[in-house]
């Protein structure tokens, strides 16, 4: 009996491919529709870690489709359907070779790059004067490459991608103006729940019929880091962390036992206990973006679940 999902190996209905993601596992149906299933697995410093952590695949998922019904009004998305709560089910998209990352605060990459005294980020200059956590005057677009199988992102600058015909003009403004509607969307909501929305990361993608969408994830802590809105301002003028909703807390704890990604360093070893910390705080995450309880779901044979509610809706 399996508590945690970290691979899956099924055969779907007029399944063509599979492709495996740092976190996700995606299926080609029929190249029509993509059944997109949300792993337990954990990645930090796009390393994957060796083990999973449970409802972390359940909290991912329902969070980014519920984020998806709330900014269809502003940006298409790629959704048809949740028939599991690890599962999305949506349209086949061509994705774009770059991720759009938004930053609305010095925090995270950019911060520890402004530590080595750098002031410009893909390009995009960031204002003299500033301390770690502290919110730039307006939001920058420092987009990534779009990594494989678990290789490293990395930055580019907007010239770049264009240079290199990765985007073309005409997509890559869509995508500069959807990713800053979003952002104000997230933002906004974010408020709501006395959070701050300080970057986030979007991934796109072309329909057959040429429209440009949203996929993946979206405001998940995974892909997101929040912060508590009460107090921030009070932490900043004393110089302390900021209280945050995100993945950061995995990547301090990574840092603090020796471990960035790098080559030759040891993953530290993930206790019982530690995993349950960290599944706990995924919850926690959940219940603060979304404002509202966390359901778990049967996990005593996850696999299993899976393929009947994914089979159930392909049948139908």
């Given at each position: 009996?399996?508590?945690?999902i970290?691979t899956?190996?099924?055969q779907f209905?007029?399944q063509k491919?599979?492709?495996?993601?740092?976190v996700?596992?995606?299926?080609?149906?029929?190249d029509?529709?993509?059944v997109?299933?949300?792993t337990?697995?954990?990645?930090?410093f796009?390393?994957?870690?060796?083990?999973?952590?449970?409802?972390?695949?359940q909290?991912?998922?329902?969070?980014?489709?519920?984020?998806?019904e709330?900014t269809?009004?502003i940006?298409?998305?790629?959704?048809?359907?949740?028939?599991?709560?690890?599962?999305a089910?949506?349209?086949?998209c061509?994705?774009f070779?770059?991720?759009?990352?938004?930053?609305g605060?010095?925090?995270g990459h950019a911060a520890?790059?402004?530590?080595l005294?750098?002031?410009?980020?893909?390009g995009?200059?960031m204002?003299?004067?500033?301390k770690?956590?502290?919110k730039f005057?307006?939001?920058?677009?420092?987009?990534?490459t779009k990594a494989?199988?678990?290789?490293?992102?990395?930055?580019?600058?907007?010239?770049a991608i264009?240079?290199?015909?990765?985007?073309?003009?005409?997509?890559?403004l869509v995508?500069?103006k959807?990713?800053r509607a979003?952002?104000?969307?997230?933002?906004?909501i974010?408020?709501?729940r006395g959070l701050?929305?300080?970057?986030?990361?979007?991934?796109f993608g072309?329909?057959?019929d040429?429209?440009?969408?949203?996929i993946d994830?979206?405001?998940?802590?995974?892909?997101?880091?929040?912060f508590?809105a009460?107090?921030?301002?009070?932490r900043q003028?004393q110089?302390?962390e900021?209280?945050?909703?995100?993945?950061?807390?995995?990547r301090r704890w990574?840092?603090?036992n020796?471990?960035?990604g790098k080559?030759?360093q040891?993953?530290?070893?993930?206790?019982?206990?530690?995993?349950?910390?960290?599944s706990?705080?995924?919850?926690?995450?959940?219940?603060?973006?979304l404002?509202?309880?966390?359901?778990?779901?049967?996990?005593?044979?996850?696999?299993?679940?899976i393929e009947k509610?994914?089979?159930d809706?392909?049948s139908?």
């Amino acid at each position: 009996m399996s508590s945690t999902i970290t691979t899956t190996d099924f055969q779907f209905p007029n399944q063509k491919s599979v492709y495996r993601g740092k976190v996700r596992e995606v299926y080609n149906i029929n190249d029509e529709l993509l059944v997109m299933i949300a792993t337990d697995r954990l990645s930090a410093f796009d390393v994957v870690l060796p083990k999973g952590i449970p409802y972390k695949g359940q909290i991912l998922n329902q969070i980014a489709t519920k984020f998806m019904e709330l900014t269809q009004d502003i940006v298409p998305n790629w959704l048809v359907a949740t028939p599991d709560p690890n599962v999305a089910v949506g349209h086949l998209c061509a994705p774009f070779k770059v991720e759009m990352v938004i930053r609305g605060y010095l925090s995270g990459h950019a911060a520890r790059e402004y530590a080595l005294g750098k002031r410009t980020l893909c390009g995009v200059s960031m204002e003299e004067g500033l301390k770690e956590n502290d919110k730039f005057s307006s939001p920058i677009i420092t987009p990534t490459t779009k990594a494989d199988n678990g290789s490293h992102d990395e930055d580019i600058s907007r010239e770049a991608i264009l240079a290199n015909q990765i985007v073309s003009e005409e997509d890559y403004l869509v995508l500069e103006k959807y990713t800053r509607a979003l952002y104000q969307r997230g933002t906004e909501i974010a408020a709501s729940r006395g959070l701050i929305l300080v970057d986030t990361k979007y991934e796109f993608g072309k329909t057959k019929d040429g429209q440009i969408v949203l996929i993946d994830e979206i405001h998940t802590p995974d892909s997101s880091r929040y912060f508590y809105a009460e107090g921030y301002q009070e932490r900043q003028g004393q110089g302390e962390e900021q209280k945050q909703l995100s993945k950061e807390f995995v990547r301090r704890w990574l840092i603090e036992n020796g471990f960035q990604g790098k080559e030759g360093q040891q993953i530290p070893e993930m206790t019982g206990a530690y995993i349950e910390t960290v599944s706990e705080r995924y919850i926690e995450l959940f219940e603060n973006i979304l404002g509202e309880k966390f359901v778990k779901a049967d996990i005593s044979n996850i696999h299993e679940r899976i393929e009947k509610n994914v089979l159930d809706f392909l049948s139908n």
